[in-house]
């Protein structure tokens, strides 16, 4: 015998039979790809059946709307990574490249660093990448920001800070 649906997987039920073919078209409309636009629908009803307070929905479509576009700008930044990353190892010796395991755990690792980055202030970012990427010095990246080496030691520290966190999730 199956257990009654809470009220809040009511309503999300609800908003699926009623809203789901809009979303899918909605997504479709804006990727181009209606394979994708299906997952991201489907993502974007599980996204709610995850959370544990479900708001109160005067304007669903906005809600659904809103919660698929961070599901699509998600899943842009990972085909650009991945594409990115992909071009990289074209560029490595075969024998250099790692198992596909190896190559699929470092994209991951690779796109939790770029949502990372993306989350920081803008010249937290900055000078983080220019310390890490293009081996610029402290004063030259104060001299290129207009701020004190002091503040540069603090931005990329705040960067690596989070870097770390990231790597122990």
Same mark, same amino acid.
């Given at each position: 015998?199956?257990?009654?649906?809470?009220?809040?997987?009511?309503?999300?039920?609800?908003?699926?039979?009623?809203?789901?073919?809009?979303?899918?078209?909605?997504?479709?409309?804006?990727?181009?790809?209606?394979?994708?636009?299906?997952? !991201?629908?489907?993502?974007?009803?599980?996204?709610?059946?995850?959370?544990?307070?479900?708001?109160?929905?005067?304007?669903?479509?906005?809600?659904?709307?809103?919660?698929?576009?961070? !599901?699509?700008?998600?899943?842009?930044?990972?085909?650009?990574?991945?594409?990115?990353?992909?071009?990289?190892?074209?560029?490595?010796?075969?024998?250099?490249?790692?198992?596909?395991?190896?190559?699929?755990?470092?994209?991951?690792?690779?796109?939790?660093?770029?949502? !990372?980055?993306?989350?920081?202030?803008?010249?937290?970012?900055?000078?983080?990448?220019?310390?890490?990427?293009?081996?610029?010095?402290?004063?030259?990246?104060?001299?290129?920001?207009?701020?004190?080496?002091?503040?540069?030691?603090?931005?990329?520290?705040?960067?690596?800070?989070?870097?770390?966190?990231?790597?122990?999730?």
């Amino acid at each position: 015998m199956s257990s009654p649906l809470s009220a809040s997987q009511g309503i999300i039920r609800g908003l699926y039979q009623e809203h789901h073919a809009w979303l899918r078209a909605w997504i479709n409309r804006r990727l181009g790809c209606s394979n994708w636009a299906a997952d !991201l629908a489907q993502d974007t009803f599980v996204n709610l059946l995850l959370k544990n307070d479900l708001p109160v929905l005067h304007e669903p479509r906005a809600y659904l709307s809103r919660v698929a576009h961070g !599901l699509m700008v998600d899943h842009v930044r990972r085909r650009d990574m991945e594409r990115a990353y992909l071009e990289a190892l074209a560029l490595i010796a075969p024998d250099e490249v790692g198992s596909p395991e190896a190559r699929a755990l470092m994209l991951e690792l690779l796109v939790r660093l770029d949502i !990372l980055l993306d989350g920081l202030p803008a010249s937290t970012r900055t000078a983080f990448l220019l310390a890490q990427l293009e081996g610029a010095s402290y004063q030259e990246i104060a001299t290129r920001l207009g701020v004190s080496v002091r503040t540069v030691g603090s931005y990329v520290s705040r960067a690596m800070l989070q870097c770390m966190v990231l790597l122990q999730e």
